[in-house]
């Protein structure tokens, strides 16, 4: 089985990392939580500091593709 590569790598990227920086920050912050007592503060800043990523990641993204000149 081939490796994905070319083409297929950028989309593919961009489509894990977009969902799963909230989720890692909200399990990250949980197991913080856990250590330190503190629930659901760190839970909730982490899940919001990757949603912020998130929203990062498409602006950057947005700002990658070219305009289409329809004139």
Do not use: C, Q
Request: net charge neutral.
């Amino acid at each position: 089985m081939a490796l994905i590569t070319g083409k297929f790598a950028r989309p593919m990227a961009m489509a894990l990392e977009i969902p799963m920086s909230p989720i890692a920050g909200g399990i990250f912050g949980h197991y913080i939580d856990m250590y330190f007592h503190t629930e659901p503060w760190f839970t909730g800043i982490l899940a919001f500091f990757g949603f912020i990523h998130s929203i990062v990641t498409l602006i950057r993204i947005a700002r990658e593709i070219p305009p289409s000149s329809n004139s």
